[in-house]
């Protein structure tokens, strides 16, 4: 786990190897860069050249607009490509004039095989790319609709060692920028932008049949993602469908210091295949997101601190009245436990604190919105959050099939909360239920909740609704489980609300 600031640029440590190994200027293998000559094939040659030593030999691109055109069809479309990469290499530029660039026109054929990563390597370790710029042109390479397109910049199956930095991935038309798949350990993604892609690729014409999209999706352990900019330039074509930020999948990895803007949601947690456990999301600012830190959660979550974030929230383009949350465990459907809904595990030892919430809703906006909504959670604490602007609760909890117990709320601020727009609806800074609705079987429920020194410092100005300090929906039994101590939330929101439940 990285329990230290950001590690130092790679960029030093990779001039160091420089000399040490060869350097191949693609334009000695007949790289033309002049954007108009396709140069996949003289970059693939001098790629091929490389490594032969046993080194980490250097693939440099001079000043110049490299364009790939060419791309290999393989038994399975998810593995084709345009340049495939072996074990100790580094890809590098020399900054913001060294670019890479798709053809026009590649991968908006309705062909499920027209559909290729531009840097694709299995099972490989040891690559580095540093100082470089790819432009995945998806202005000129729409989706089709009813196609899927999976093509990205870079697609690494497992391996181990994978580093980019000091470099930038521009326009994709496809479901990601960078993909770490499998079984792979150690990547360190630092220092790079990440501009435009799913339904925004640069134009203000949309890529509206790109079902799905993030920036930066990995499975490997012990992954890095510190210092990043991560934008979509026009946020209002781009949340027009899920557009991700950045993919965690696997445990031991952290978060770390990026500006994520125009996304949904900005940073994704997810137990989808196994336990995950040792997760930082730290530091970081998310601003005009549909949701903050979202989890999907399959197998158990453990050990996660998420601290020092300040999350600004606006609604959803393509859902209305649905809900924005800076940080969501989603509950899925409470009858039904299962992969599919998301709701098939509990978390423990969840530790949310120091984040700042707010949201940007406009006047009149149907949508909800909530500060932290959890469930299932145990030996966890949730404290000194500053939760603004909302307009339907500041937390919620509940519990579900797993129960939730010995759960901490404490010295969390709330402000400026805003009027629900649906006035039959109930909300308030706090929201507690239990959804487990499985008959015949004994309820795991409540256990040990303390809720206690939390305040605000301006109250609502809400005429009507129903607006709580707390709305209680429990067994009775459960009731009692739930302890409020030394809150300062007294009128005029009204007085806690326990509606005792079957």
């Avoid at 120091?354 to 909800?368: A, E, K, R, V």
């Amino acid at each position: 786990m990285y329990r230290g600031k950001v590690l130092p640029s790679l960029t030093l440590i990779l001039l160091t190897l420089v000399t040490r190994a060869e350097i191949f200027n693609v334009k000695k293998f007949g790289a033309a860069g002049d954007g108009k000559t396709d140069d996949t094939w003289a970059i693939q040659e001098a790629i091929n050249q490389a490594g032969r030593s046993g080194k980490s030999d250097t693939i440099f691109f001079p000043k110049g607009t490299y364009l790939v055109v060419s791309y290999k069809k393989t038994s399975n479309y998810l593995e084709n490509y345009l340049l495939l990469l072996h074990s100790n290499l580094t890809i590098m530029g020399t900054g913001s004039s060294s670019v890479i660039k798709l053809g026009n026109n590649l991968f908006n054929k309705r062909d499920s095989s027209a559909n290729a990563h531009i840097f694709y390597g299995k099972n490989i370790t040891d690559i580095s790319f540093t100082g470089i710029v790819i432009d995945m042109n998806g202005k000129n390479n729409p989706v089709p609709e009813n196609f899927i397109k999976n093509h990205c910049a870079i697609f690494i199956s497992n391996g181990n060692n994978f580093n980019i930095t000091n470099s930038k991935i521009i326009n994709c038309a496809g479901r990601n920028m960078i993909i770490l798949k499998g079984n792979g350990k150690t990547a360190f993604i630092q220092n790079n932008s990440f501009i435009n892609g799913g339904r925004y690729t640069g134009t203000m014409k949309p890529n509206q049949f790109q079902s799905d999209f993030s920036f930066v999706y990995s499975e490997w352990s012990n992954t890095l993602v510190a210092g990043n900019l991560i934008r979509q330039n026009n946020a209002d074509i781009a949340l027009t469908g899920y557009t991700g930020g950045v993919e965690i999948h696997g445990s031991n990895s952290a978060v770390l210091s990026n500006t994520i803007y125009g996304c949904y949601p900005a940073v994704y947690i997810s137990s989808s295949w196994y336990h995950l456990y040792d997760i930082r999301v730290e530091d970081n600012l998310m601003q005009f997101c549909v949701k903050g830190i979202s989890f999907w959660v399959n197998y158990p979550v453990s050990q996660v601190k998420i601290a020092n974030n300040k999350i600004d929230l606006t609604y959803n383009r393509f859902q209305p009245q649905s809900l924005s949350a800076g940080i969501e465990v989603p509950n899925g459907n409470s009858k039904n436990y299962s992969f599919a809904l998301a709701n098939n595990a509990p978390l423990d030892s969840i530790i949310i604190e120091n984040n700042q919430i707010s949201s940007l809703f406009p006047d009149g906006n149907t949508n909800t919105c909530a500060g932290i909504v959890v469930h299932s959670l145990y030996n966890s604490i949730i404290q000194k959050n500053k939760i603004s602007g909302m307009n339907y609760a500041g937390v919620v909890i509940s519990a579900s099939k797993w129960g939730c117990g010995s759960v901490h709320i404490t010295n969390n601020l709330f402000y400026a909360f805003r009027l629900l727009k649906n006035t039959k609806a109930v909300s308030g800074y706090f929201v507690i239920t239990d959804t487990y609705t499985e008959k015949g079987k004994a309820e795991p429920g409540f256990k040990n909740i303390v809720i206690e020194k939390n305040e605000t410092v301006t109250y609502p100005k809400i005429q009507g609704g129903n607006f709580y300090e707390a709305f209680i929906a429990l067994p009775e039994v459960a009731q009692k489980q739930i302890r409020f101590n030394a809150n300062n939330l007294s009128h005029p929101p009204k007085d806690p609300k326990r509606v005792i439940t079957d």
